[in-house]
């Protein structure tokens, strides 16, 4: 499932930018999300975004997006416990390139673990570094059957 605002057109749930992060006119050449989309998101290395709060249930193993540009794309999951205490899961690095390609999964399998003393919310917290990214379409477990 799309995550909230994770096409970053206008109507949206809104991230949190910060570091020069920014939604722009640009939209990945697939039109995963809808052939009427016409935004992604630009960050700037040293940027970042953090996704609303969303639901997570066991079984959420992957998260995918587009991605393009020059730089890594660090994606880490923030989980939300019972207690109120966070814990912050490092889901891995993805390296962008020159043109619009679908990122490899981004493996949950921490945060499933973690999610059984949680609340089962998450949310997700994208930083650019070693040169712009851009990104779009963030989804969650692309592949499971509903």
Known sequence: MLTPGGSFEDG???WALSGGAKIVSGN???FLNSKYDRKSLYMPSGSSATSPTMCFAAGDWHLRFVGKGSG???VTVTVNSLLGVVSVLDGGTVRADGTWSPSPEVSLLLSNVGGLLTTK???LRFTASDGA??????YLDPWKDT
């Open 121 to 123: 919310a998450i949310s």
């Open 133 to 138: 990214s851009q990104i779009d379409d963030v």
């Open 72 to 74: 890594r794309i660090r």
């Open 12 to 14: 949206t749930p809104s």
């Open 28 to 30: 990945e050449s697939f």
